[in-house]
């Protein structure tokens, strides 16, 4: 199999196609008497001359150096790359979803705004909120979008509040949508357990804070189990509890953060409800909020009325639309198969599952790597390059060898708090000999550390590309073809 190609463009030579036309049955229109000259091209497209296997050839091996979920295991933590069942994808390209336009009248809509007030109602369930916005396209605009009703709640109070609290385990987008709502970030220090204690929580409050945004598990993948306390310790403050729910995976089922105090919570749909990833969008990143804070939902909200469903735009208080329609439609419906397929007790088997295999990981990890927090751990478990130091391989050698072994490598060096950090999330769909391979790599990997740390350091060894600069190729991609001087 050829690991490196060069682009379609390189093979192109004049006069070659893939295609055969029929001949022209029309009277012939020429360009210069159809259009203005304002809108014609003022020179050819640059496009390849090339056969029809070279087109299937390339691209079928471009998308072979694909790394994906459906080719193997995706142990990146606190980024969980669930399986998006088949029978979602299959439901999201019925003709009678994927041929809706937003513009058509209501009465055309009436099946996609049952299912995004059902969805709604579902989510709401699992959070245990009372209501809840769909229209937010990804977590972090989910974020930005939870922090904006939490700002119009306090105005609507006459109240000039400039402060959020944010654990140090807390998600790395949490500072950011802060700032973007015009908050200033307060860091709130865990304790030696990585935990959140109310006392430090006490230390940092005072009557300028609008809200704490805690993220539960947190970074480390661990619970935490003050959040009731720590909540009530804010409300009596005045402010608000935002719990970034990107890790609900593991709690779902067990778990509802609006029975313990939350008032606000996003859900990333693909951590959770096994919709795609997308690479950055098209996703979804609903926010469930508490009652005081529905005046402020976006608009529009989805309403029941008799046997319709409409969209309510009457909201006086409302922070406005924050996405364009009603949001990634696409995913939303593939949230809804999720949820009507797996059920309640679905949903709690998946929670089971996902922290059973992150715990069989820790268990096992821990007998060749540091395992900062030895506790059971939730959804993912951290270690670290500790016990490599003497060998000088670290991390990021450890992340890129497991690139040779066939796997996708895990988060490194986050969470912040953890030198050296190897996050694994192994999520509730890999089996136990799945696990028990990943491990395998690992160990093998840590012995060749020790034996031979330079094919480690060097690695990867196998794929098209080695080590690259990964700040220039992050900075400066090669995004688009260009022909050679001539």
């Known amino acids: 199999m050829l690991h490196h190609q060069e682009p379609i463009f390189a093979e192109s030579e004049p006069g070659r196609t893939g295609a055969s036309l ?86 055309d809509l009436q099946g996609a705004l049952e299912l995004m007030y059902d969805l709604e109602r579902m989510l709401a369930e699992v959070g245990g909120f009372s209501r809840v916005t769909l229209q937010p396209s990804a977590g972090a605009q989910g974020e930005l979008t939870g922090l904006m009703m939490i700002r119009a709640y306090h105005q609507d109070l006459g109240q000039r509040r400039t402060r959020v609290l944010i654990p140090d385990s807390a998600h790395g987008t949490n500072p950011a949508s802060c700032t973007l709502n015009g908050f200033y970030t307060v860091q709130v220090p865990s304790g030696p357990d990585g935990l959140v204690h109310p006392d430090a929580v006490k230390a940092a409050l005072s009557d300028d804070v609008a809200a704490i945004m805690i993220t539960n598990p947190n970074t480390l993948g661990l619970f935490e189990r003050h959040l009731a306390e720590i909540a009530e310790v804010v409300h009596r403050a005045g402010g608000l509890v935002y719990m970034d729910g990107a890790n609900l995976n593991a709690l779902m089922g067990r778990f509802r953060p609006g029975d313990m105090g939350v008032d606000v919570m996003h859900y990333n749909l693909h951590k959770t409800f096994g919709t795609p990833h997308g690479g950055g969008g098209p996703g979804a990143g609903p926010v469930g909020i508490a009652e005081k804070l529905v005046p402020f939902l976006p608009t529009p909200t989805v309403e029941r009325a008799g046997s319709r469903y409409v969209a309510d735009y009457a909201r006086p208080k409302s ?72 060998s000088g391989v670290t991390t990021l050698d450890l992340a890129k060898r497991l690139m040779d072994y066939g796997y996708h490598p895990p988060t490194v060096y986050f969470p912040l708090v953890v030198h050296g950090a190897f996050m694994v999330e192994p999520t509730e769909t890999e089996t136990l000999a799945e696990l028990d391979r990943f491990v395998a790599a690992v160990e093998a990997i840590v012995r060749e550390a020790a034996e031979d740390p330079e094919r480690v350091k060097n690695a990867p060894h196998t794929t098209g590309l080695r080590r690259l600069d990964e700040t220039l190729a992050a900075r400066q991609p090669k995004l688009r073809w260009t022909p050679p001087a001539a």
């Open 319 to 390: 922070i406005g639309r924050v996405r364009a329609f009603f949001g990634n439609f696409g995913t939303l419906l593939r949230a809804w198969v999720y949820l009507r397929e797996n059920g309640g007790e679905g949903l709690r088997r998946v929670t089971d599952m996902a922290v059973l295999n992150a715990n069989y990981l820790r268990a096992r990890l821990k007998e060749s790597l540091h395992v900062p927090f030895p506790e059971a751990c939730m959804h993912e478990v951290v270690a670290t390059d500790k016990h490599l130091k003497a």
């Open 22 to 107: 029929p001949a022209l049955d029309v009277p012939e229109v020429t360009l210069e008497g159809a259009w203005p000259i304002e809108l014609r091209r003022l020179r050819e497209p640059l496009l390849p001359e090339v056969s029809e296997p070279q087109v299937v050839r390339h691209y079928t091996r471009a998308s072979q150096w694909n790394f994906s979920i459906d080719t193997g295991m995706y142990p990146l933590g606190s980024c969980t790359m669930k399986h998006n069942p088949k029978c979602a994808d299959a439901a999201s390209g019925f003709p009678c979803f994927n041929r809706l336009h937003p513009y058509q009248p209501e009465e």
